[in-house]
């Protein structure tokens, strides 16, 4: 059992992709499987600017706000279609007794927060760092070693776990973690593999017997 097992939150701990398709069927009931498909690419996960996200949405379906207006509305609005997945806050508790568990994430602090409230992981988990609240966000390598301070253990004896193996996996391996990649795309073939694969969350458990 790993001293702390620090955890991503979206993709990792729920399908962002699905509550991005809840809220595009109740901001764009019209929407068709080519637009969808359309959003879901232009929003990639995530991972592009919310302002630029909403530029393209604002221009391709002339909805009748501003893209600054949507992009600051887009957080919590997605927040409130998030979703648990079957069996992930039952895990989470089990091992909340066995060990320290705590949220990394980036975001807003409203946002996320909801987001872990819907998952009902709120009162569950021991520690969350956001890097809305810190004003760190990552891959910055600060955000990762505060969350391990606060644990008070060497990476080594931690295990990191989350999607993007740009934003979560590489640093945390820099660090010395052992990194738990949640498989939602293809890994890159120019970075090193990381130290375990879960096609689902269900298979941390094992990992951290």
């Known amino acids: 059992m790993f001293r702390a097992v620090f955890l991503d939150l979206d993709d990792t701990l729920f399908d962002r992709t699905a509550a991005v398709q809840r809220w595009a069927a109740t901001m764009l009931p019209e929407l068709d499987e080519a637009d969808e498909r359309w959003l879901l690419a232009c929003d990639a996960r995530g991972r592009r600017s919310r302002l630029d996200f909403a530029t393209d949405l604002v221009a ?21 279609h998030v979703e648990r997945e079957a069996g992930v806050r039952e895990q989470i508790a089990r091992l909340a007794i066995q060990t320290r568990v705590a949220i990394v994430t980036n975001g807003s602090g409203a946002a996320q927060r909801m987001k872990l409230r819907r998952l009902g992981l709120d009162q569950l988990v021991h520690a969350v760092f956001i890097s809305g609240e810190l004003g760190i966000a990552k891959p910055d390598p600060e955000i990762f070693q505060r ?12 295990v990191f776990v989350g999607d993007d ?13 052992v990194t738990a990649w949640r498989e939602r795309d293809a890994w890159p073939s120019e970075l090193p593999p990381p130290t375990h694969r879960l096609a689902s969350l269900a298979a941390l458990e094992q990992v951290c017997a």
């Open 165 to 177: 193996p740009v934003n979560d996996i590489a640093p945390a391996a820099a660090l010395g973690f």
């Open 60 to 80: 391709r379906f002339e909805l009748p706000t501003r893209a600054d207006v949507l992009a600051s509305a887009f957080p919590l609005q997605l927040a409130s």
């Open 147 to 158: 969350a391990l301070r606060w644990s008070g253990q060497a990476a080594t004896d931690c």
